[in-house]
Every structure is written in structure tokens, then in C-alpha cells.
């Protein structure tokens, strides 16, 4: 059976407090099976024989706000499109080097024209972006909490959902689940 990752919004942040085992039981409610988490942030492994795309994402989507009560955004990638993500270089190697961090975040679909310029309006001395499909690259050279971009703040002006994993949290899923 095949493999997916769901990368969830609003897991044990804004006070949404989720024991990963409870987390772990709600996707196994839903059918998925060998179902694990990794790290307490939103991170779900399954598997399922649902093709993975906009109608598992929803299906996912309604099983939480039925058993947690709330709403959580959920993007769903597979394991050869995690080991990509991961090991994609859109920046140059100086600008890697000297970053403090390193995130990726992901939509439910590619932004268009108009998503791309009002991202790039982020920019600045301390964060550039970039954008490949349905994810965003972000490269932050100082201190995130020194940064004047939120997630929040992205949703707000371009009027999607993202959520955003550490680069690091990527490439050990990769390592751990691509064969």
C-alpha cells in the first residue's frame, strides 16, 4: 500500500495542544494504516490506497475537525516528492551558509502570476523566496523571530493556506521513508 506524508496546520500551536497519539488514532479512524508521527508538529506518515491530492487532503481535513473540533489545513505529499523537496537547492551556496534558517512551505496548489509577486513583496535583506509547485521556499538569514514574515501574514495577503517545515525535518523524513 502505498505511502504518504500529510503536513498538518495548527498542531500543537495557537493553542491547539494534540498528544501525537491521538493524532495517530484519528487518522487510524479515518482507515489509514501504519500510521506514525514525527516530531509533535503536524507531521503524519500513513498509509492508504486513496491517490493522493485535493480529495485526500479533504477527507483528512473533515476526519480532524469532526474529532479534534477545529479546523487543520493538511497537505498531503509522497515520499518521492518529500526526497525532491528536500533535496532542492534554489538558493545559492553562500546565501545557504550563512542563513539561520531554512523552511519550506507547502499549498494545496501552485501560486500563480499574481501569488508569486505579492510573495516576492516579502522580500528582504533578511528573507528571499522561491517558489517550485505547490511549495515555497523560504531562506531566513536571521533569527526567525528577528523576521517580519509569518505564515499568518502570508495567508493574509495572498489568501491561501500554507504550513512550513524546516528544512532539516524534511531531509530526515526523506532519509527515513525514501526508498
Not at 6 to 21: D, S, T
Not at 49 to 56: E, I, M, N
Not at 67 to 89: D, H, K, N, W
Amino acid at each position: 500500500m502505498p505511502r504518504c506524508f500529510a503536513f498538518l496546520r495548527a498542531i500543537n500551536v495557537g493553542g491547539h495542544v494534540v498528544k501525537m497519539e491521538r493524532l495517530r488514532e484519528c487518522f487510524e479512524t479515518a482507515g489509514f494504516q501504519n500510521v506514525e508521527t514525527f516530531i509533535a508538529s503536524g507531521n503524519v506518515i500513513f498509509e492508504t490506497r486513496a491517490k493522493p491530492g485535493a480529495g485526500l487532503e479533504a477527507t483528512i481535513e473533515a476526519q480532524l475537525l469532526k474529532l479534534l473540533g477545529y479546523e487543520t489545513a493538511t497537505f498531503v505529499r509522497t515520499p518521492a516528492e518529500v526526497a525532491a523537496i528536500a533535496a532542492s537547492q534554489p538558493f545559492p551556496a553562500a546565501a545557504l551558509a550563512s542563513a539561520q534558517a531554512f523552511n519550506i512551505g507547502f499549498l494545496a496548489e501552485p501560486l500563480r502570476d499574481e501569488g508569486v509577486k505579492k510573495l516576492m513583496a516579502f522580500r528582504t535583506a533578511v528573507d528571499d523566496f522561491h517558489t517550485s509547485g505547490r511549495e515555497i521556499y523560504w531562506l531566513c538569514q536571521a533569527r526567525q523571530s528577528d523576521s517580519k514574515f509569518t505564515n499568518a501574514g502570508f495567508e493574509r495577503a495572498l489568501k491561501v493556506r500554507a504550513t512550513f517545515r524546516n528544512r532539516n525535518t524534511l531531509e530526515r523524513l526523506a532519509a527515513k521513508y525514501h526508498h
